[in-house]
């Protein structure tokens, strides 16, 4: 697994494993330090509250290995529909057979005519406005 360095000291898998979704897949975390995947993704939300409880056991006596992000401050509202009908799950990221195959992916290099290609069929999001509102920052900065 390429490694990639993040920040001024740390160093990353190219393929880090999203927690999120996970509650007993200690055997995925397993496979995919197996594989060099030394980056894991994890949230407050994710169960809510419980992820961050199951990637601490799953990295117990050897939290060494691992590279943890987290979040935190994000809320989850199952009535609140302004995250649209295009958010679902990604397909392979929840079964510890898959994650070999999408570890894979890694080692894709696309020229640039694929990659313009890719952009023709998904271009890329285009963001406008505010990320973050003033009385968020105010917030955030006191």
Same mark, same amino acid.
Do not use: W
């Given at each position: 697994?390429?490694?990639?360095?993040?920040?001024?000291?740390?160093?990353? @898998?190219?393929?880090?494993?999203?927690?999120?979704?996970?509650?007993?897949?200690?055997?995925?975390?397993?496979?995919?330090?197996?594989?060099?995947?030394?980056?894991?993704?994890?949230?407050?939300?994710?169960?809510?509250?419980?992820?961050?409880?199951?990637?601490?056991?799953?990295?117990?006596?050897?939290?060494?290995?691992?590279?943890?992000?987290?979040?935190?401050?994000?809320?989850?509202?199952?009535?609140?529909? @302004?995250?649209?009908?295009?958010?679902?799950?990604?397909?392979?990221?929840?079964?510890?057979?898959?994650?070999?195959?999408?570890?894979?992916?890694?080692?894709?290099?696309?020229?640039?005519?694929?990659?313009?290609?890719?952009?023709?069929?998904?271009?890329?999001?285009?963001?406008?406005?505010?990320?973050?509102?003033?009385?968020?920052?105010?917030?955030?900065?006191?």
């Amino acid at each position: 697994m390429k490694k990639r360095k993040l920040g001024n000291n740390l160093e990353v @898998s190219t393929m880090g494993l999203g927690c999120m979704g996970m509650s007993y897949a200690y055997g995925a975390i397993d496979r995919a330090l197996e594989l060099g995947v030394n980056f894991l993704d994890t949230a407050d939300m994710y169960g809510p509250y419980a992820n961050e409880k199951l990637v601490g056991k799953a990295l117990k006596g050897r939290r060494d290995k691992f590279v943890v992000a987290t979040k935190f401050g994000i809320t989850f509202d199952p009535t609140d529909s @302004s995250q649209g009908d295009d958010i679902v799950p990604i397909p392979g990221t929840k079964h510890q057979k898959y994650i070999e195959q999408n570890a894979g992916a890694v080692d894709v290099d696309l020229t640039e005519a694929e990659l313009n290609d890719i952009n023709a069929i998904f271009p890329p999001d285009v963001t406008s406005g505010l990320r973050y509102t003033k009385d968020f920052m105010k917030a955030v900065n006191g």
